[in-house]
Nanobody, 119 residues
């Protein structure tokens, strides 16, 4: 049974930092491309970051590049997203997703975690 569980809901002040994690099981994490995808209130899904198997290469959408860092621990089957200089527009439900075909095609999804950036 495939499982991907993100860390819990968080409220952060603007310009603050937060790390969210996604613990997985039930599939071959080490050979999977992994991504973070978010959905802001009233908007569609937005891919924001991806990482290849092994973690040598990572990719970001322009709005988070330089502020967010995606990483993975293959021994722990866990994906991370370090978020710095958070803005109110980063408020969204954050999902981890993975698959074997690339960073934009997903076989597995986490249930998501809510991140709210507000003073």
């Amino acid at each position: 049974q495939v499982q991907a569980m993100e860390s819990g809901e968080e409220l952060v002040q603007p310009e603050g930092s937060l790390r969210v994690s996604c613990a997985t099981s039930g599939f071959d994490f080490g050979t999977s491309y992994m991504s973070w995808v978010r959905q802001a209130p009233g908007k569609g899904l937005e891919w924001i970051a991806g990482i290849n198997p092994g973690g040598a290469q990572s990719y970001y959408t322009a709005s988070v590049k330089g502020r967010f860092t995606i990483s993975r621990d293959d021994n722990r089957h866990t994906l991370y997203l370090q978020m710095n200089s958070l803005k109110p527009e980063d408020t969204a439900h954050y999902y981890c997703a993975g698959g074997v075909a690339g960073i934009y095609e997903y076989d597995y999804w986490g249930q998501g975690t809510q991140v709210t950036v507000s003073s």
